[in-house]
């Protein structure tokens, strides 16, 4: 855990502010869901909510059938990081931050395909190694919660690629409505 310096009071209605510096640094937006720990050392933990990260090995299970399925390497990310990776060594993505192109994309619930000449879409941030092929945001009862991503090895993907982006998304989606 790593000391700001910054200390904030609680008011009257019990509600603290998270400083502006630590919010942007931590992609924090408003209406953002924060979980909260405690230890019993007295510590309280605000920690981003991620839906998609409670799926755990159901997430890495559907991953490793999408990219065994469609023939590349593919992820699933929540709004911040990569959930879960298959088809290439886990260390390389695992648990990283997604590039801000990503976060655009999923914030715009927008999809992607690479085309010829096209620009390409990093999938984790200062990384120019793995770029996205085939990108479709997660949304679940009308948020974005996360994207499913299948990376490019060779050039332009297509439609079968595409289309199993969007029915792993939409999938996902109405999974974790219920």
């Known amino acids: 855990m790593k000391a700001t310096g910054i200390v904030r009071r609680i008011d009257d209605l019990g509600r603290v ?20 720990f405690t230890k019993q ?5 605000f920690k981003k909510y991620s839906p998609i990260g409670e799926l755990g090995d159901f997430a890495y299970d559907y991953v ?17 990081s990569v959930i879960a990776v298959s ?10 931050r997604v590039s ?13 395909i690479m085309k010829t000449g096209s620009d390409s879409i990093p999938v984790i941030d200062g990384g120019d190694r793995y ?16 994207s499913v991503v299948l990376l490019n090895e060779n050039g332009t993907m297509g439609e ?5 982006a969007q029915s792993a998304a939409g999938f996902l989606g109405k999974h974790m409505e219920s």
């Open 17 to 36: 502010v998270i400083p502006k510096e630590i919010r942007r640094v931590l992609r924090i937006k408003e209406g953002a869901p924060l979980e909260i």
């Open 41 to 45: 050392d007295g510590e309280i933990i």
């Open 64 to 80: 490793d059938t999408l990219s065994k399925t469609s023939g590349t390497p593919a992820v699933i990310t929540d709004t911040d």
């Open 87 to 96: 088809g290439i060594p886990k260390r390389e993505l695992a648990e990283k």
């Open 100 to 112: 801000s192109q990503l976060e655009k994309l999923m914030e715009e619930k927008t999809s992607f």
């Open 131 to 146: 770029m996205a092929g085939v990108v479709h945001p997660i949304v679940s009862e009308g948020d974005t919660i996360g």
């Open 160 to 164: 079968v690629q595409d289309k199993l």
